[in-house]
């Protein structure tokens, strides 16, 4: 659970404003691009920002925190791939694509190794339900360009003998590796600062306006912070920042996924030699195992606003699936519970770039993918601060896609199982 103090989100989003900067305000300092929030998506937009000259300010009580502190770090564009995000995809293996040789230039930068491991995953199936489902995803797969192989149960054994004998099949998919995004977050950080980037340890209050145009930011104590641009990325809280005017506000909600962490003994080494993962009896888990012996199992996926409550129900449904499909399990120390939040979006998507306000940028809403998705976003979001337009590989995530209401990203015609999720 989080420790710190957040801003109060049970306030109804009515008591927004969408004044100018008050008089009362305190003292002005002034950067070319302003960033609200420094989770792994902000602190990778200043990155790269101040790679191109930039001055850049990070505005957040406690940079390098938020969902990353919490996520599994699959990169997972093909196993993550659902009916109708075929567009979503395209951004997904473009980020997947660049990881290598971000990796390279963070290490070099920061001396830090932030746990890339290129160990693919193998996504498999308990029972006929599941493999039912298992054999419609890779059916989509195929059909979107993808190759991941089909093998049958003594396979999927002969990879990872610690699955359960019960396994039916599964799916082996050799460009879904992993990241630790702790220590990604970490990085980032560090190359933030080496690249000149200012931190602001503190809440924005407020967006400044003056006529028609973001302006920077109030912060918690009343200092202005003036900006020639300014970016949101508040995570799950990007639509609760006061002044922004309701027609660029991102509507970007909060999923709450439990995770656990247990370490594998030297003794049980390798464990599992890449990601396992399945849905059992409809629900989602994952195991992922880290070069330190760290294994993470996760997640569940709850709509209950900002709580971040570790429940038992939580650990126990995890414990549960996780068990049935490596029950060895039961024997490794379980060593951290915790609860974050995923920044969802209407479409899956996140939102990239301009919005119709003068002067304000996106970068949120990155769902379950966003630390897949650090890499790309920060190579857009710096052309878009540069040129003031998004690149191609971009201009689907526009904020301006929900301008007129909910449109969908892609022209695929929605899957029965798709729209009962819709209507879910
Ligand atoms: C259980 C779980 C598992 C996940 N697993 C994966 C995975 O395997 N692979 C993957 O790619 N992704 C995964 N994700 C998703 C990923 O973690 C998120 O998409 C990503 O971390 C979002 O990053 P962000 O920077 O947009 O938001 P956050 O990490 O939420 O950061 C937002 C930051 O903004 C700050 N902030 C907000 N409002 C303000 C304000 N007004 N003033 C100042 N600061 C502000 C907050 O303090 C916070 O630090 C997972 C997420 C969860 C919860």
Request: charged content about 35%; hydrophobic content about 30%.
């Given at each position: 659970m989080r420790s710190r103090?957040?801003?109060?989100?049970?306030?109804?989003?009515?008591t927004r404003t969408n004044s100018t900067t008050s008089p009362r305000t305190r003292a002005t300092t002034s950067t070319d691009v302003l960033v609200i929030g420094g989770g792994v998506i902000g602190l990778v937009t200043a990155w790269r920002a101040a790679q191109r000259g930039l001055a850049v300010t990070v505005v957040d009580p406690e940079p390098g925190g938020g969902a990353a502190q919490v996520a599994a770090g699959m990169l997972a564009a093909v196993t993550e791939l659902h009916h109708g995000e075929q567009t979503l995809l395209g951004l997904n293996l473009a980020s997947a694509r660049r990881y290598p040789d971000f990796v390279a230039e963070l290490t070099e930068a920061t001396g830090h190794d932030v746990g890339y491991r290129a160990c693919g995953t193998l996504a498999v199936a308990l029972d006929s339900d599941d493999r039912a489902h298992l054999r419609e995803l890779h059916a989509l797969q195929q059909r979107s360009g993808l190759t991941p192989e089909w093998l049958n149960g003594r396979?999927?054994?002969?990879?990872?003998?610690?699955?359960?004998?019960?396994?039916?099949?599964?799916?082996?998919?050799?460009?879904?590796?992993?990241?630790?995004?702790?220590?990604?977050?970490a990085a980032l950080v560090v190359a933030c600062e080496q690249a000149?980037?200012?931190?602001?340890?503190?809440?924005?209050?407020?967006?400044?306006?003056?006529?028609?145009r973001a302006t920077g930011v109030v912060l918690a104590d009343g200092t202005a912070l003036a900006a020639g641009q300014t970016v949101l990325a508040g995570g799950s809280l990007s639509g609760r920042l006061a002044g922004v005017p309701a027609a660029v506000l991102p509507p970007v909600r909060p999923v709450k996924g439990q995770v656990l962490r247990l370490t594998v003994p030297g003794r049980y080494a390798p464990f599992l030699s890449r990601t396992v993962r399945a849905v059992v009896r409809g629900s989602h888990v994952y195991l992922v195992p880290r070069v330190s012996g760290e294994l993470v199992v996760g997640a569940t996926s709850e709509e209950l606003g900002w709580d971040t409550t570790v429940t038992a129900g939580g650990v126990y449904e995890l414990l549960r699936d996780a068990h049935e499909l490596v029950p060895g399990i039961t024997e490794l120390p379980l060593t951290e519970t915790r609860a974050g939040l995923r920044p969802a979006s209407p479409d899956n998507a996140p939102f990239l770039g301009p919005t119709a306000l003068p002067g304000l940028h996106l970068a949120t809403g990155h769902y379950r993918n966003g630390v897949l998705l650090t890499p790309v976003t920060g190579d857009v979001l710096a052309h878009a601060l540069t040129t003031g337009e998004l690149p191609d590989e971009a201009r689907a995530f526009t904020p301006e896609r929900f301008a007129s209401g909910p449109q969908p990203l892609t022209t695929t015609t929605p899957s029965p199982e798709h729209l009962t999720e819709l209507s879910a």
């Open positions: 103090t957040s801003p109060d989100t049970s306030t109804s989003p009515d396979e999927c054994r002969r990879l990872e003998p610690m699955l359960a004998p019960g396994v039916r099949g599964g799916l082996r998919v050799d460009d879904d590796h992993q990241v630790d995004p702790r220590r990604l977050a000149g980037v200012r931190f602001t340890r503190a809440w924005a209050r407020e967006l400044s306006l003056v006529r028609d």
